[in-house]
């Protein structure tokens, strides 16, 4: 790839960083851009008093007055009458004070930049959750979780500070350089030619060097940090598998060589920015060498000495600036490599509406517990060959439903659409007679999921049953009759801390089966009218499932109950089965009725003695 081709390749990545903010945000970090440019103009003066200096102190030796530019400057500066002394004393203070006052006002602007900066990629970041979490499930988890998670975090600040950020400091000091070239230009057309010859070759060989390096480095580390965490989460959540086959060593080996690269990755990223600093620095010692050597050479010793003077005053300008800016194009090339993923996903996000505050329900009419569902066709992706495919069916309010079929068989997806999780391609899904979505805004927590694998949040008990609410929504005493009505009562007052026991990341001082009681008891906390349970009882024992059957039955005048299992003693008490296959319905009925219908099902129950 050509340099020409990087570098508008780079352009046009920066533009989309700058465009994903909202014009109010851009029009601010214009004024804080415009605000550095302007704080510049304050070196331009300085070096300009500077280069009067220099050739003052020309005319000084050589006992002459000043004449020409320097005259008139001395004028206006009302300091044509004074001493020599006293010109070059005020001049020096003047350009001293005006380049300390121009670092001051630079740091104050700089930093009020980044707090801004930092407050826009909080904001960033909320508005992609917000708009990731309007989804559907299916296009949701299109994305690993890591560079989900990478994507909003790291990306985002990579994208808002490392981007945007340092563009606009970039823009702030190649406006300073430009100025300062013409200002020296002015003073002595020679120096400034030079200046800019030597200075522009360093910038151009650093650029084509260190530049295209930083961002193939950047991609690399972002890429390297993903698949390390995910291995990491991998070998995390198989600890059981990797135990018992002896393979603990052999998986982190494989982490540690991944963790390896990124830290080579890393330490390359961190040595760049050197390799810019002491090319400057060796280049700003040879150049004023090559200056004074050239104005020797034209002229003589004294403007050879003037020219290192004026030199030396616009370099303690120009170097810092040189080096911001080659470290800023670093940083950006780096960032542009990192920030890949959140550009990606800001681009996949584009056409999506942010969730909205929920509204405060003003129900017209009581909730009622019944499901409608009319020629439903689901698929999850174009080309799928497999359909969810469902002609009819009726749930009736406070009927208790089972949803059956051998795995993959499409009883999960079933459940999701009911749910509102997913959108069907065609039909309608009814319950109380709305689309789940506005069923689920117009009485919030009259639906209730228990899944298979309940997740457990690091927190407390309490926090634990109430996820999802604002604090203090339920009072000690419901939570604690949800629990009992799960059955762990018993874990709550043996807990040292009673609802204030950590349970620990995932439940990890829980049982499955405690992990599925207490997804259980997070449904009932809410008293629902619709209660969906997918397979949330598989790892129950059976005095306990049978418990919590009688808790069912008891809620089930007036909650409807749809409950997909494998364990067919947990289906038998249905009002009916619906057993799927393929993705449709090819039996209901009874439990009996179900059994003559379908062959399986009645092998599986005969096997089982029901």
Known sequence: MSIVTK?????????????????????RLLQYGTALLFIGILDVIAVGLIGVLGSLAITGIQSRSPVGLIARILSILNLSGESFQLQVAWLGISALLLLILKTCCSIVI???????????????????????FNLPLNELQKNGSHDFLYSLSQGVSNL??????????????????IFLTICIF????????????????????????????????????????????TKIEDAYDSYRTLFVRNQRYEVLNQISVSRELLAATNAEL???????????????????MIISAFEFILFDAVHAVAALTLFVGAGTRIAPAMLRIQQGVIQLQTNLGSAHPTIDLVGKLENTQPLAIPRVPR???????????????????????????????????????????????????????????????????????????????????????????????RGTLRENVAFGYPVGTFSDEEIFSSLDAAELSDFVTSAKEGLDSMIGLNGKFLSGGERQRLGIARALLGKPKIMILDEATSSLDSQTEDKIGRTLSRIQKE???????????????ADRLFYIENGSIIASGTFEEVKEKVPDFESQSRLLGL
Not at 160 to 177: C, E, Q, R, Y
Not at 190 to 208: C, I, P
Not at 559 to 573: D, E, G, M
């Open 110 to 132: 700089t930093r009020k930049m980044y707090r801004f900066l930092g407050r826009v990629t909080a904001t960033l970041s909320g508005d992609l959750l917000k708009k990731a």
């Open 160 to 177: 808002s500070l490392g981007v945007v950020g340092v563009t606009i400091g970039m823009i702030a000091d190649v406006g300073v350089l």
């Open 363 to 457: 129900p017209k009419a009581p909730f009622s517990g019944d499901v409608q569902i009319n020629h439903l066709q689901f698929k999850y992706k174009t080309g799928d060959k497999f359909t969810t495919d469902i002609k009819e069916l009726t749930i009736l309010n406070g009927e208790f439903v089972a949803i059956v079929g051998k795995s993959g068989s499409g009883k999960s997806t079933l459940v999701d659409l009911i749910m509102g999780v997913f959108s069907p391609q065609y039909g309608t899904i009814r319950i109380s007679g709305m689309d789940p979505q506005s069923a689920i805004e117009e009485w919030p927590a009259a639906m209730a999921y228990v899944p298979q694998n309940v997740h457990a949040i």
């Open 270 to 288: 961190g040595f760049l920015p050197y390799i810019s600093k002491y090319v400057i620095e060796s280049g700003v010692f040879i150049s004023g």
């Open 7 to 27: 570098c508008i390749l780079s352009i046009r990545l920066i533009r989309q960083s700058f465009v994903i903010f909202p014009r109010a945000t851009r029009k």
């Open 559 to 573: 909650t409807t109950l749809i409950v997909v299992a494998h364990r067919l003693s947990t289906v038998k008490a």
């Open 186 to 229: 002015i003073i002595d057309p020679v120096t400034a030619t030079l200046t800019f010859m030597l200075f522009g070759a360093m910038a151009f060989l650093l650029s084509k060097v260190v530049g295209a390096k930083a961002r193939t480095l950047g991609k690399s580390s972002s890429n390297l940090y993903i698949t390390s965490s």
